[in-house]
């Protein structure tokens, strides 16, 4: 019984082959290049691409069950329905599929809007899968730290209704929880829907004070320029992918990412213990610097 991890090599993707790893599962990690490809011993990595069809067959092959992971890229559906449509032809009927917090809400995000789009093709197609629906990462914000500690602003313009951020680590670990337990059953279990998120619902203001607390320096949080979070991040990626996150934070700022009523009760007695912090994220940053 083998457990296949798309997007295996990124942050999400390293976690939940590593929590399957430590769970004494049998992985198989689908990447692009091998050689770039570090995984703990045992885990067998096979090459190919979600839009290359017969290597996909070839790996999807002795398959049970399936974490699949798609990327932020503009033909990111049409990949995801190419695996689901392999996946249902290999007989597959273990999935676990990441998708986003709320994205029924976010309608007008690109990247909201297509992975909700694969939840309606996984329930119109019947496969019995977990969704698994996080929030915004805690661990995004690693790439700020530099301006965060040279101008003594939090830049990220997340808004005043609050976003429950949630670490990796905790969304790879009930990735994993979820696959092995999807894996072990006697038979395919019903769908179900886990919404991922952190311990705390934090504003921009929250969060620059929890790093003015750890740096023991004044950081501002300066609010919601999102055509300037688009400017600047037209530097570092391509404009589509930048307009997609100007889109996102207005509706951060609109809406932001409230955590259902059981939510992070449901998450701490899966994981068996109290879900990572921001502040946490945050000490563990500074600390690092």
């Known amino acids: 019984m083998t457990i296949l991890v798309t997007g295996a090599t990124g942050n999400v993707g390293r976690q939940v082959v590593q929590q399957l790893t430590k769970r004494g599962a049998d992985v198989r990690a689908l990447v692009r290049d091998p050689s770039k490809a570090s995984f703990p011993e045992g885990v067998a ?34 990949q995801a329905l190419i695996a689901l449509n392999v996946a249902r032809e290999a007989g597959i009927e273990r999935i676990v599929y990441l998708s986003v917090f709320e994205g029924e809400r976010y309608v007008n995000v690109p ?42 602003i939090y830049p990220m313009p997340i808004g005043s209704k609050g976003l429950a951020m949630v670490d990796v680590r905790d969304i790879g670990e009930v990735a994993a929880i979820e696959l092995i337990r999807r894996e072990q059953a006697a038979a395919p279990l019903p769908p179900d829907r886990i919404n991922l998120v952190g311990p705390d619902t934090l504003t921009g203001a929250d969060v620059a004070a929890i790093w003015s607390d ?39 700022a609109t809406i932001g990412m409230v955590p259902q009523a059981g939510d992070v009760e449901r998450l701490t007695e899966m994981l068996g213990r109290p879900l990572h912090s921001y502040r946490d994220f945050a000490a563990r940053i500074a600390a690092a610097a």
């Open 45 to 78: 990595v096979v090459q190919g691409d979600l839009l290359d069809v017969d290597p996909l067959r070839a790996a999807f092959s002795g398959v049970s069950t399936l974490f699949l992971l798609n990327a932020v890229v503009p033909d990111e559906f049409t």
């Open 214 to 252: 750890v740096l023991g320096c004044p950081i501002a949080y300066p609010g919601e320029d999102t055509a300037g979070f688009e400017a600047n991040l037209r530097g570092i990626m391509p404009n589509w992918m930048a307009f997609d996150m100007r889109l996102m934070a207005e509706r951060f």
């Open 111 to 152: 990247h909201f809007a297509g992975k909700f789009a694969v939840e309606r093709m996984i329930e119109a197609m019947g496969l019995p899968a977990t969704i698994l629906r996080p929030a915004y990462f805690i661990d995004n914000d690693a790439a700020i730290k530099d301006v965060i500690t040279s101008y003594g």
